[in-house]
């Protein structure tokens, strides 16, 4: 079992920045794929970014390379997700997960979910 508690969200205006954080308890969290997804009022959530389980290796969202990066602490049980030059369109819950599969399954079913920490895009 995997527990994720998401932090970090809150209110940035637009090009500003923010670093989310996912901490994890459970022993087996170094050995899972750590994921980001979010999702937008009246829309689908959506894959973000995913870290494999050294860190060695990330996937993105084709929209969202170069403004966004993932990386993991697996000694803090952590997975970072640094968010720059932000807009309102990135407005939404942002959720981590952990996954036995690898960083290229960006679908829903990742097996643990966090609960979500809503960041909020606005002058």
């Known amino acids: 079992q995997v527990q994720l508690v998401e932090s970090g969200g809150g209110l940035v205006q637009p090009g500003g920045s923010l670093r989310l954080t996912c901490a994890a308890s459970?022993?087996?969290?170094?050995?899972?794929?750590v994921g980001w997804f979010r999702q937008a009022p009246g829309k689908e959530r959506e894959f973000v970014a995913a870290i494999s389980w050294r860190g060695v290796s990330t996937n993105y969202a084709d929209r969202l390379k170069g403004r966004f990066t993932i990386s993991r602490d697996n000694a803090k049980n952590t997975v970072y997700l640094q968010m720059n030059s932000l807009n309102t369109e990135d407005t939404a819950v942002y959720y981590c997960a952990a996954d036995s599969r690898g960083i290229w399954y960006t679908g829903p079913s990742y097996n643990y979910w966090g609960q979500g920490t809503q960041v909020t895009v606005s002058s």
């Open positions: 459970g022993r087996t969290f170094s050995a899972y794929t």
